[in-house]
């Protein structure tokens, strides 16, 4: 059995090699039969795998495929082409192939495998990795194999091209078992501080922060055939909210660089100002991805080939539907009757997801702003070019016009929540009687109290995987990005009633907005980061709760974000290995705290232990995670989403009787000033294999 997950492990290996050479750090052969073979190796194919099998101490015999399917539709997409699931003729292919690899009967693991080889054979790599990732996390008999890290798999979609012709390099003339001198990126690669958002460039393009999305959109697909696979708990909610606290984090990165607020994109026929050159190459299609330039504007989109046929117009008029569906506080369905509208189905609607209760009248709003933004160089396939980075979940969150974009999304989804179709908490859902908290801090060994401390840390990523037609090896490359000193949350607590649990939420917020002033309590809810929630026992008396930062429900270890698979394989079945693949998704650790500023940028901690009581969920049995989970983000694989409450809860929505956040404060609340302070050095990751 560990034999086959590792050959399903190495169908990543190499994405844009055929299969005819040998895959992985041991050079393990496929051995393929007639039928298995790509077209274009029909004549030599077999030769040429035999001659590599000489040579190969490790070999995969496969099953002839009695049938191989024919993918009709996903076969037009040439390899060379790059793949979005923002474009409908791109989800319609994609929807073939996971139908194909999801109907292989269960247990048949073999057939599977051949179905699998024949499919990376014949299909275009990017749609071929995508497809294979949804299957493997949904096969009852596969969901364990674990998914190969995609920054490894594709390193092109995260890393300044420029490094590819050095590692090629580097893999060419240091031979293996030598050791190679990592390849270290440049800061500042893709702008000069000539442009005041290039500010922001060390998080927009961070890779564990695009990892998680990448991730996170893997877990939460918008579309399948089988409905189970989209309609996961609350996904519609979760699409709000994580994208919500992106924003918010984003905003305040933005105050910490003497920057405003991101300006949501309303007007839709206005230019757009931040231009945004990417210098990525993608190595599937071996072509730049186009830039923007300034000052661009939507176009209306005839782009056949993607089945992209939509207008500004058709966009005004989901979007009027939707404000009327949000006015009324109902959604009308197909068949002309209403029903009420939830936070959860607005989100299913506004993205849109399979789950929208009606396609024809609400369209799909937030899916086709990607691609408007994407083609603006090019709407009508006139210059034969292809996306920009913001049509690929991979990449949109390197580009500026991202965040304008995704405030207005979440400008809508809080127009929703500010609605009279929104009730208010009232007082007995916010307190928790018996409960008070007299104190919360933060604690750093060898810090100061209350203080965070940021600094810069040099890391290295593994490119030899996605490294195609070079030779084996590992071949580094270092990069830049954001960390900061672990440290712990310490609150005492007086429990005045018998023993119980609860719920502790913490977030922090900038204390003042950009004018220096203090908050409103309108705009300043949707400033709070949560970075973390938890469940814990209070005993009757004092409680001291003490929590370390590397605890986050929110976050995944840098490990986890940058985890090399292929020490993982195993039993495809096996428990402890369970919801693997969940695993991959979650905010980085590295990215938990704002950057701050040097002299110290002031913020506030506000923590909140809620009545359990309404926060419990009552949870089918599932197995346990093997990994550290960041349930708060990317939930928990088969069971509901842990918590009861609206996410975001008691931001998500504005208080009716107080306006500012002292005044919000109950027994069971504390808010204390912290300062974030970046520390503006760069030390080396001590998990670096080479110093
Ligand atoms: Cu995650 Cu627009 O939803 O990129």
Redesign the pocket.
Known sequence: MAALVKSFQLLFDRPNEPLITPKGDKGTLFQLTEDLLPKDYEANGLELNNRFGDDADDKIPLKPLRSPPRFPIASQLPVDSDFSL?LPRHQEMATEVIDTLLSVPTDQLQDLLSTCVYARGNLNPQLFNYCYSVALMHRPDTKNIPIQNFAETFPSKFLDSQVFAQARETAAVVPRGVSRTPIIIPRDYTATDLEEEHRLAYWREDIGINLH?WH??LVYPFTATDRSIVAKDRRGEL?FY??QQ?IARYNCERLNNSLKRVKKFSNWREPIPEAYFPKLDSLTSSRGWPPRQANMTWQDLNRPVDGLNVTISDMEKWRRNLEEAVSMGTVTLPNGTKQPLDIDMLGNML?ASILSPNRELYGSV??N??SFSAYVHDPNHRYLESFGV?AD?AT??RDPF?YR??AW?DDFFQKFKESTHVRPYTRSELENPGVQVTSASIETTGGDRNTLSTFWMSSDVDLSRGLDFSNRGPVYARFTHLNHRPFRYVINVNNTGSARRTTVRIFICPKVDERNLAWSLTDQRKMFIEMDRFVTPLKSGQNTITRESSESSFTIPFEQTFRDLSVQADDPRRQDLAAFNFCGCGWPQHMLVPKGTEAGAPYVLFIMLSNYELDKIEQPDGSEMSCKAASSFCGLRDKKYPDARAMGFPFDRPSRTVTNIEDFILPNMALTDITIRLNNVTEPNPRNPRQ
């Open positions: 923002f999305h996170w959109h699409f994580m994208h992106i993205e937030h899916n702003g990607h913001i979940e949109t969150m991202f974009w995704h999304i």
